[in-house]
């Protein structure tokens, strides 16, 4: 088994209170793993947790192992910003910086040095191709990223991080504000993307999971529940508090 | 609804009293010092280098004034700005939530320390210390500078803390999880996105600068004169008012209001481009 992602007795509690709890989970090379669960069962907080996006929030304490890639996350010697460049994120709410399309796309690449006008040019239409966001923008890349649509903007940020050549794309909730078009497009963009690197997905929308993920993890209450193959989960879970989840009797 | 309109007239008239204030302060101020600006011209009251208002016949003159203003001003940003703006970031991006509880409210007090009080500090501190190390008399641009540096700071601080709280969270979490660290954060995301916010606030802290008297007087020398160093004497417009209104009269009297006249109109420069810069930032 080839996992780049290994959560080994997992926890993080949240001033004083456990908000994960024993998680233990492997994720696998260029597959998408949907992390699936209802709200506050602390499927963001692990996703956070994998790129340490989770060290913004004070008073968050983590127990047990995760690595990314072999290599432990939370070490002390951890390079948080290459880390978050290994693990990229894409967030529930389309966010793009307050700058034109072109400078969104090229802020990774330009922190770690990256000059070469052709080489910035080659970078923009890559990933924004990649994100299936190329021929709606080619001709306003100096546009505000702010003036682009909702789903447009979402598949911005996606361009901007697959700028950062990531081992790993973390998807938290990235069609939870869009409409049928644009998500159908994201899951086009996953599905090519999973031959270079692998995809975490975090879903609220069980049907998302079915129809775009390769395996599945069904989260509740802080604990892992069941990860499997995604049709296993969704035709024979075993777990009936899996199957209660994914026909819709509570969450 | 009796009731409601008689509230509403009463609510309207208080919120005009503010507003009438400021009418009568403006007519009045216009009406006592325009017409000895026009009798003399203009041109040679705002670029007349001689203020003699005993001399026959008297010269009104306040270029030396306004470049005081401008050197004492201009200094205050120097110094108030760079350390305004550094403590603001340090407030809002870094510091630990315990160590903001202890500054916020010690940099309010800076604000609520009486001017004469500034000054006071700065002729027992500030010139002697200037006078021993650096050179010249003391009362200087420079000392002034200083003064009106640590003065403007409260505003600094404040308005500019303000305005990079005001930038969505969702920007710093945008760049850090694009692999920036802290600083990069701030530098390329978080500054440049409450760039209106901090123009404001150095326009406004300008304002300030411009304003203030008392501290002035005791520390500058008041000496009418275009300074040649930031350790020569100079006299601000408001120091000349409040030098000399006492125990002014006739046209020499008019002549300090027109030098209200001048302040009043360079402070509603100031206010105007603040506002203007700080609707321009929002439409972003």
């Known amino acids: 088994m080839n996992a780049i992602i290994e959560a080994r007795?997992?926890?993080?509690?949240?001033?004083?209170?456990?908000?994960?709890?024993?998680?233990?989970?492997?994720?696998?090379?260029?597959?998408?793993?949907?992390?699936?669960?209802?709200?506050?069962?602390?499927?963001?907080?692990?996703?956070?947790?994998?790129?340490?996006?989770?060290?913004?929030?004070?008073?968050?304490?983590?127990?047990?192992?995760?690595?990314?890639?072999?290599?432990?996350?939370?070490?002390?010697?951890?390079?948080?910003?290459?880390?978050?460049?290994?693990?990229?994120?894409?967030?529930?709410?389309?966010?793009?910086?307050?700058?034109?399309?072109?400078?969104?796309?090229?802020?990774?690449p330009k922190l770690l040095g990256v000059r070469s006008r052709a080489k910035l040019d080659e970078i923009v239409e890559r990933t924004l191709r990649a994100a299936v966001l190329w021929e709606e923008v080619k001709d306003r890349l100096n546009v505000s990223g702010l003036k682009l649509s909702g789903g447009q903007q979402q598949r911005l940020c996606l361009a901007r991080t697959l700028a950062l050549e990531p081992q790993v794309l973390l998807l938290d909730e990235p069609c939870s504000g869009l409409d049928p078009i644009s998500t159908a497009k994201i899951e086009e963009a996953m599905q090519d993307l999973k031959s270079s690197l692998t995809v975490v997905l975090v879903t609220n929308n069980v049907k998302q999971a079915a129809r775009a993920s390769d395996r599945t993890a069904f989260f509740l209450m802080g604990e892992l529940v069941e990860e499997g193959p995604t049709a296993d989960i969704f035709t024979s879970p075993r777990d009936s508090r899996t199957n209660d989840y994914i026909v819709g009797r509570f969450g | 609804m009796k009731q409601e309109t008689a509230i509403r007239l009463i609510l309207l008239g208080l919120a005009m009293s503010a507003v009438g204030a400021l009418a009568v302060i403006t007519t009045f101020i216009m009406k006592e010092g325009l017409p000895v600006i026009f009798r003399h011209g203009l041109g040679s009251f705002l670029f007349g280098t001689e203020w003699q208002p005993n001399a026959e016949p008297a010269r009104f003159g306040v270029f030396a004034m306004i470049?005081?203003?401008?050197?004492?001003?201009?200094?205050?940003?120097?110094?108030?700005?760079?350390?305004?703006?550094?403590?603001?970031?340090?407030?809002?991006?870094?510091?630990?939530?315990?160590?903001?509880?202890?500054?916020?409210?010690?940099?309010?007090?800076?604000?609520?320390i009486p001017s004469v009080v500034f000054g006071f500090m700065g002729m027992l501190v500030l010139l002697p210390f200037i006078r021993e190390h650096i050179g010249g008399r003391g009362a200087s641009v420079l000392a002034g500078s200083i003064i009106l540096g640590i003065m403007i700071l409260p505003t600094v601080i404040a308005i500019s803390v303000d305005a990079l709280r005001a930038v969505p969270r969702s920007y710093r979490e945008g760049s850090f999880a694009l692999g920036a660290t802290g600083w990069q954060t701030t530098w390329r995301v978080t500054l440049p996105a409450?760039?209106?916010?901090?123009?404001?606030?150095?326009?406004?802290?300008?304002?300030?600068?411009?304003?203030?008297?008392?501290?002035?007087?005791?520390?500058?020398?008041?000496?009418?004169?275009?300074?040649r160093s930031p350790l020569d004497a100079v006299r601000t417009l408001t120091s000349n008012i409040a030098l000399e209104m006492s125990y002014a009269d006739g046209e020499h009297r008019e002549a300090l209001f027109a030098t209200g006249v001048v302040l009043f109109v360079i402070i509603m420069c100031l206010n105007t481009l603040a506002n203007a810069i700080a609707r321009v930032g929002k439409r972003d």
């Open chain 2, 67 to 112: 470049v005081g203003s401008a050197a004492v001003t201009g200094g205050a940003l120097v110094i108030g700005v760079p350390v305004g703006l550094g403590s603001a970031i340090f407030l809002s991006e870094f510091a630990p939530r315990r160590v903001v509880t202890f500054f916020k409210p010690a940099i309010e007090l800076l604000a609520g």
């Open chain 1, 9 to 108: 007795g997992f926890g993080v509690s949240y001033g004083g209170s456990a908000v994960l709890r024993g998680v233990d989970l492997a994720i696998r090379r260029n597959k998408i793993t949907a992390i699936i669960g209802p709200a506050g069962s602390g499927k963001t907080t692990f996703l956070r947790c994998i790129n340490r996006l989770s060290d913004l929030a004070p008073g968050l304490g983590v127990t047990g192992g995760l690595s990314l890639d072999g290599r432990d996350v939370y070490a002390t010697e951890t390079d948080v910003a290459d880390l978050r460049r290994r693990a990229g994120m894409v967030f529930a709410v389309p966010i793009p910086l307050p700058r034109s399309v072109y400078e969104n796309v090229v802020f990774g």
């Open chain 2, 194 to 227: 409450a760039r209106a916010g901090i123009v404001a606030a150095v326009i406004l802290g300008m304002g300030r600068a411009i304003g203030e008297t008392m501290a002035v007087i005791m520390v500058t020398g008041n000496s009418v004169q275009i300074p």
